[in-house]
């Protein structure tokens, strides 16, 4: 083997244990990046199981009813305003449409 064969062998090695050790390298660094991302979505769950159970609290009844007690506001049950009923069928639009139509002779 000539010396500029050798030679060529011996940078093919090095630059194949280059990529070898950036690929290492790489790797290590991804792992500490999902590291650091688990640990984040811990933290993030954690803080979101408090907000959701503060947010229960707020919504309890009980609370709300003492909240108009202590403002001595009244509490009134009411009942929303019923919607009208929608016609679902054809003949049934077209009878619900005359039954609402005024009714005037000349």
């Avoid at 590291?35 to 811990?42: H, K, P």
């Avoid at 077209?94 to 609402?100: D, L, N, T």
Wanted: aromatic letters at 4%; hydrophobic letters at 40%.
């Amino acid at each position: 083997m000539t010396p500029a064969k050798v030679l060529c062998v011996m940078l093919l090695g090095v630059l194949l244990a280059l990529c070898v050790l950036r690929q290492s390298a790489l790797m290590r660094q991804m792992g500490y990046r999902i590291e650091r991302l688990q640990a984040q979505m811990e933290r993030q769950q954690t803080e979101r199981a408090r907000y959701m159970a503060h947010i229960s609290r707020l919504k309890s009844p009980r609370r709300i009813v003492g909240l108009i007690a202590w403002l001595g506001l009244d509490l009134q049950e009411s009942r929303p305003p019923e919607r009208p009923r929608i016609p679902t069928n054809p003949t049934e639009a077209s009878s619900f449409a005359v039954a609402e139509m005024p009714q005037t002779m000349p």
